[in-house]
C-alpha cells in the first residue's frame, strides 16, 4: 500500500532507543511479576530475602528505573505516530484509515494481553492515547511544543497538593496475591475479567467492572499523554533524522535532565512509607526528565558509536513481538501455573534474571531477523493495518 514504511525507511536511534526502553521496562516490571501489582506500591514478603541486597536494588530501581522507561516508551509512541502520518502526507496518502485500523489493532491486543496474559499491559493506554493525540497532530510544531508544556505543566502541579497519607488498597491487589500464587490459568483470566484495578468491582456487576476499568484507563492516559506530544514535537522538527546538527545543544541539557530527574524521584525513591506528593513529584517531573536523559543519552551514543547499540537495536526492531514475549515468559516464571518462583527470588536475582531474559532475546531477535523482515505480531499488525498480507520473508536483495 502507498505510504507503508519501508526497512529502508527506518531511523536507528528509535529502533536503539526502543530496545534499551523495552530493558528498563522489564525491570521495572520484574517487581509486579514475582510479587504482584501490591509490590508495586508497598513491601510484601519474599522482596527483601536477600537483605541489603534487595533493599539496595529496590531503591535503585525506584530512583532509576520506574516510570521513566515507561515515559521514554511514550514517547517513542508519540514520535511514530507523528513519523507515520508525516511519511504518508509525504506520499500524498490518506493517513486517517491506517491510524484507526492500526490502533484499534492495537487496543484489540492491549485488551487480549490483559485478559489472557497480564493485567500490567500499556497497549490497551496507548491505544486509547493515541486516538486523543491525533486531534493535536495537524498543529505545528509550536502549537505541539506548546501543548505538550501545558499538559506536562498542569500534571505536574499536582505535586503540590496535600499529602493525603496511607489509602486504602483496591481490592484487586490483595486479592491478585492468592491467584498468582495458587490460582489456574483459568482463574487469573477470569479474575483479569471481572475485577477492576481501581476496586469498584471484585468479580460482580461486569457494567461495574467496566466503568471501573475506563476509568482506570482514562486516569493512564493523561499521565502519559504530556510524552505523546512532545514525542510528536520531536518527530516534526527532525531531531533524530539529523541529530548530528544538535549535538552541542544535546551536551547542555544532559546534565539538566539528569538533575532535575534525580532530584524529583530521589525523594520517593527514599520514603519509607507512602506519601502522595513525593510520588506525583516522581511521576510527573522525575521520569519525564530521566525519560529525556535516557533518550538523550542512547541518540548521543548512537550518532558516535552506532555499532555499539546493534543489540538493542535488533530487540527494538521487533519491540511488540518482544514486548509480549516478556510477558509470556515471566508469567510462567512466577505464575503457580507456570513454575511458581512467585515471591522466591527476591527482587536483585529477580532484576539478574531480566539481563539474562533480555540477552535470549537479543539473540531471538538477531536470528530471526536472518530470515525474517519483521517480527510476528509486528507481521500481524501491519497485515491488519494495510489490510494485505505484508512481505515477510527475506530475500537476497533485502541482505544484499
Not at 515471591?343 to 531474559?357: A, D, E, K, R, S
Amino acid at each position: 500500500m502507498s505510504g507503508s514504511i519501508q526497512q529502508n525507511e527506518r531511523i536507528l536511534s528509535l529502533d536503539v532507543i526502543r530496545g534499551f526502553a523495552l530493558l528498563g521496562i522489564l525491570i521495572a516490571n520484574s517487581i509486579v511479576f514475582q510479587f504482584g501489582m501490591l509490590g508495586s506500591i508497598t513491601n510484601v514478603q519474599g522482596m527483601y530475602q536477600n537483605g541489603a541486597l534487595d533493599e539496595w536494588t529496590h531503591f535503585f530501581i525506584r530512583l532509576l528505573v520506574d516510570g521513566s522507561f515507561i515515559t521514554l516508551f511514550s514517547f517513542l509512541f508519540g514520535y511514530g505516530t507523528a513519523l507515520q502520518r508525516s511519511r504518508f502526507l509525504a506520499k500524498q496518502a490518506s493517513f486517517t484509515p491506517v491510524f484507526w485500523r492500526r490502533t484499534c489493532l492495537l487496543f484489540i491486543f492491549g485488551f487480549l494481553h490483559i485478559i489472557f496474559l497480564w493485567r500490567g499491559d500499556i497497549l490497551l493506554t496507548y491505544s486509547l492515547t493515541a486516538m486523543l493525540l491525533l486531534a493535536f497532530l495537524p498543529l505545528k510544531k509550536r502549537g505541539l511544543f506548546i501543548s505538550a508544556i501545558i499538559w506536562f505543566t498542569l500534571m505536574a502541579s499536582t505535586a503540590l497538593l496535600p499529602d493525603v497519607g496511607a489509602t486504602p488498597v483496591p481490592a484487586y491487589y490483595e486479592n491478585e496475591q492468592a491467584i498468582i500464587a495458587n490460582g489456574t490459568y483459568a482463574d487469573h483470566v477470569q479474575f483479569r475479567g471481572s475485577t477492576d484495578m481501581i476496586g469498584l468491582s471484585s468479580g460482580g456487576s461486569p457494567i461495574v467492572f467496566l466503568f471501573g476499568e475506563i476509568f482506570f484507563q482514562l486516569s493512564a492516559v493523561l499521565t502519559v499523554m504530556p510524552m505523546f506530544l512532545f514525542g510528536a514535537f520531536v518527530a516534526k522538527s527532525k531531531w533524530l533524522e539529523a541529530f548530528h546538527l544538535y549535538r552541542k545543544k544535546a551536551f547542555l541539557f544532559l546534565p539538566i535532565f539528569l538533575l532535575v530527574g534525580l532530584a524529583a524521584k530521589l525523594p520517593n525513591a527514599l520514603a519509607s512509607g507512602g506519601n502522595t506528593q513525593y510520588e506525583l513529584l516522581s511521576v510527573y517531573i522525575g521520569a519525564p526528565f530521566l525519560a529525556l536523559f535516557y533518550g538523550t543519552s542512547v541518540a548521543l551514543i548512537v550518532s558516535y558509536r552506532s555499532k555499539w547499540m546493534t543489540p538493542f537495536a535488533t530487540v527494538g526492531k521487533m519491540a511488540f513481538t518482544n514486548y509480549i514475549l516478556q510477558s509470556v515468559i515471566f508469567t510462567f516464571l512466577f505464575y503457580g501455573y507456570g513454575l511458581g518462583l512467585y515471591g522466591q527470588l527476591g527482587i536483585f536475582y529477580g532484576v539478574l534474571l531480566c539481563f539474562v531474559v533480555y540477552v535470549l532475546q537479543v539473540l531471538f531477535s538477531i536470528v530471526w531477523l536472518n530470515f525474517f523482515r519483521i517480527g510476528p505480531l509486528e507481521y500481524i499488525w501491519r497485515s491488519g493495518t494495510y489490510l494485505r498480507m505484508q512481505k515477510l520473508t527475506r530475500t537476497k536483495r533485502d541482505t544484499d
